[in-house]
């Protein structure tokens, strides 16, 4: 028998972890395997909140050509731009890729435009070269605050944002980087967001958190406050209120990063997927793990968790392996502060509200688990050296003697630092 050929569009998290997970489970007799990326690398994208503070951007990309090979993995630099599922061929910018089974992991982009003004007037997080910009611009934040001239920075965001927790990172990393640079005094720190809790997707215990850490370093929140337009130093709401900035700094509505004609997807061009298996919703052999799908909150470790499922799955159609226990939303996030991190373990359960389209889990309640310590800091530089080690090795997160480390560590740490 000729072997599979499971094509996987993109080299993100979700993509990479499908592909060396395959592999892991899959010899190439019975799998033959190709990635098909618009970039020749992998970028860690939770790291790049350092970037804006001055940290170099080089350790954030992962060269893969030298990973692709040693898993025997076909690699084609080429944009993805449609999909012939009749035909199981893929439309690159490069030419036809035929397929057995397909695996859709494009992520997600920012659309800022959805908010008038927004992209004229704030300072915006999502690639290195943004947030290289930001940095610029705090610079100067502190240069005025340091000849005594008082500064606004604002934070904001928006509706349609589907992962706020880097936003609230920069704000209060910004608060210790500014007070180690004894300038803080002159600067105002705001945030305002349209959730209707702090983090909103990570439960009432992490809005705990935010709201206390708010409180103690004097940064003005809100919640409940929508944009309605963007003026040059000024956000006007839809209640009314407006607010005034210097620097403002947004993380904006988030849709596909690749539309995909012909697939059942959402307004955003997310996919809709069988919530266990990420299969795309009427397409057979076509799965769709991480931000390109349609679970409402994008995060890389939950795009793991999606790759693995659907690995899991695709090994299991082709005999290689046990049907796994499908995509399980257990999510897990260090919220950086410089002076201390808070770690959260969240039990997810979909709602189907768009209002609020997660809640914490309540069968799962004695998962939840949010702590704060300097010693999550810690496991926050792991994590950063953990995965690009090893999707430079060619080998899965989730799986082998490092990770059975990781798990250990992260279980033990949240018995102690996290109730
Ligand atoms: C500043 C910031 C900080 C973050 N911090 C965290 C964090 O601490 N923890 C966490 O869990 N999550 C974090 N996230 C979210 C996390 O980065 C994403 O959820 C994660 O990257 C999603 O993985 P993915 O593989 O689905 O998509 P991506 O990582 O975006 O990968 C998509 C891949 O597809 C490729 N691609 C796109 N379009 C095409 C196309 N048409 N054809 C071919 N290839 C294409 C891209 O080049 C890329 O290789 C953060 C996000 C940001 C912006």
């Not at 090893?390 to 949240?414: K, Q, S």
Request: proline share 7%.
């Amino acid at each position: 028998m000729s072997p599979t050929h499971v094509v996987v569009l993109g080299s993100g998290f979700a993509g990479l972890e499908t592909a060396f997970s395959l592999r892991a489970l899959a010899n190439p007799d019975r799998v033959q395997l190709s990635v098909v990326s618009d970039r020749d690398d992998f970028l860690f994208r939770p790291n790049s909140i350092y970037l804006p503070f001055g940290a170099a951007e080089a350790p954030l990309h992962v060269p893969l050509g030298t990973a692709l090979r040693r898993r025997e993995i076909a690699s084609h630099i080429a944009t993805a731009e449609g999909i012939d599922t009749e035909r199981g061929v893929v439309r690159t910018s490069r030419g036809p890729v035929p397929y057995d089974k397909l695996v859709i992991a494009t992520g997600a982009a920012m659309r800022p435009e959805e908010v008038p003004g927004l992209a004229e007037h704030a300072h915006t997080v999502w690639s290195p070269g943004r947030l290289h910009a930001l940095g610029e611009q705090l610079q100067w934040v502190v240069q005025h605050a340091a000849h005594g001239r008082l500064q606004r920075v604002l934070f904001l965001v928006p509706p349609g944002n589907k992962c706020a927790g880097p936003l609230y990172e920069i704000a209060l990393m910004l608060d210790t980087w500014l007070r180690r640079r004894d300038v803080r005094d002159n600067v105002q720190l705001a945030f305002t967001t349209s959730e209707q809790n702090y983090v909103q997707a990570f439960g009432p215990k992490l809005h705990d958190v935010v709201a206390t850490e708010f409180s103690t370093r004097g940064i003005d929140g809100r919640t409940g406050a929508v944009p309605d337009k963007v003026r040059e130093l000024e956000v006007a709401y839809t209640d009314g209120t407006t607010q005034e900035f210097d620097l403002l700094v947004a993380f904006p509505p988030y849709v596909a990063a690749q539309r995909f004609e012909g697939l059942p997807a959402d307004d955003r061009g997310f996919l809709t997927c069988v919530p266990s298996t990420r299969e795309v919703v009427g397409c057979p052999d076509v799965y769709a793990p991480g931000d390109a799908g349609d679970f409402p909150v994008k995060q890389a470790f939950l795009a793991l968790l999606q790759a693995q499922a659907v690995a899991g799955q695709i090994a299991a159609d082709v005999g290689a392996h046990l049907p796994g226990t499908g995509f399980e939303p257990v999510s897990m996030c260090v919220l950086e502060m410089f002076d201390k991190a808070t770690f959260a373990q969240v039990p997810l359960s979909v709602t189907g509200d768009p209002v609020r389209p997660v809640v914490v889990d309540p069968e799962a309640l004695d998962a939840y688990r949010v702590g704060t310590s300097a010693a999550w800091r810690l496991g926050k530089k792991a994590l950063g050296t953990y995965v690009p080690g090893r999707f430079r090795a060619g080998l899965p997160v989730h799986a082998g003697a490092g990770w059975d480390t990781m798990a250990l560590g992260l279980r033990g740490a949240t018995r102690w630092l996290a109730r």
